[in-house]
């Protein structure tokens, strides 16, 4: 399965977004730019991911895995969100 990214309403795979956004930069250095990228609460999220074996850690993973990492920091945010109003 390819790791998608939505990017103004359509859905895209992410071996094209990373093809058109990194030409001349290789994928190692463009994982390391969005790891580096992410913001504190993802401290969790950063050791998990460096703690993969490197074989594994390609850009759909990356992709894929970050994707799953929003929807529960989301799904976070309308629980507390959710709790406080009642």
Do not use: Y
């Amino acid at each position: 399965m390819t790791a998608l990214v939505r990017l103004e309403g359509l859905v895209i795979p992410v071996s094209i977004v990373f093809k058109s956004l990194c030409s001349g930069v290789n994928e190692s250095m463009a994982k390391s730019k969005i790891i580096s990228s992410l913001p504190k609460q993802c401290k969790h999220f950063i050791s998990a991911w460096e703690s993969m074996p490197a074989e594994q850690r390609k850009m759909d993973e990356l992709a894929s895995r970050l994707l799953v990492e929003e929807q529960r920091f989301n799904g976070r945010v309308e629980e507390e969100g959710s709790s406080s109003s009642t």
